[in-house]
Nanobody
C-alpha cells in the first residue's frame, strides 16, 4: 500500500486546511485509517482515526471539536478537515493504514503503512 498526503501549507491562526491521503496498491476500504503528526523535537502523536466504514471516528483531546476525519472508499482516500488552527498544530502530518482489521486505533505501532507526510505550519 502506498499512501500520499497532500493539502498542507502555511496558514494563520484561526484558518482552516483540508488534508487528503490517497491510497494505492490495495483497497483500504476494509481497514481503518488514521492521521498522526510530529512536531520538531517531539514524538509522533495520534491525531484522529476512522473505522473502515466511516461510521466511527476517534480524536486526540487536543483536536477534538476542531478537526474532522472522513473517508471516501470509492476514491480510496481519507481526509482531515482542520479548523480553528493554532500555532501548536504546526507539525508534519502523516497518514497511516494498518494491515489488520482489529487494532488499537491510537497506537502508532498498529499501523504498517505510512505516507511521506505533509507540512502544516500555523503562524500566530
Amino acid at each position: 500500500v502506498q499512501l500520499v498526503e497532500s493539502g498542507g501549507g502555511l496558514v494563520q491562526a484561526g484558518d482552516s486546511l483540508r488534508l487528503s491521503c490517497a491510497a494505492s496498491g490495495r483497497t483500504v476500504s476494509s481497514y481503518s485509517m488514521a492521521w498522526f503528526r510530529q512536531a520538531p523535537g517531539k514524538e509522533r502523536e495520534f491525531v484522529a482515526a476512522i473505522s473502515a466504514s466511516g461510521g466511527s471516528s476517534y480524536y486526540a483531546d487536543s483536536v477534538k471539536g476542531r478537526f474532522t476525519i472522513s473517508r471516501d472508499n470509492a476514491k480510496n482516500t481519507a481526509y482531515l478537515q482542520m479548523n480553528s488552527l493554532r500555532p501548536e498544530d504546526t507539525a508534519v502530518y502523516y497518514c497511516a493504514a494498518p494491515s489488520k482489521i482489529f487494532i488499537i486505533y491510537y497506537a502508532r505501532g498498529e499501523y504498517d503503512y505510512w505516507g511521506p507526510g505533509t507540512q502544516v505550519t500555523v503562524s500566530s
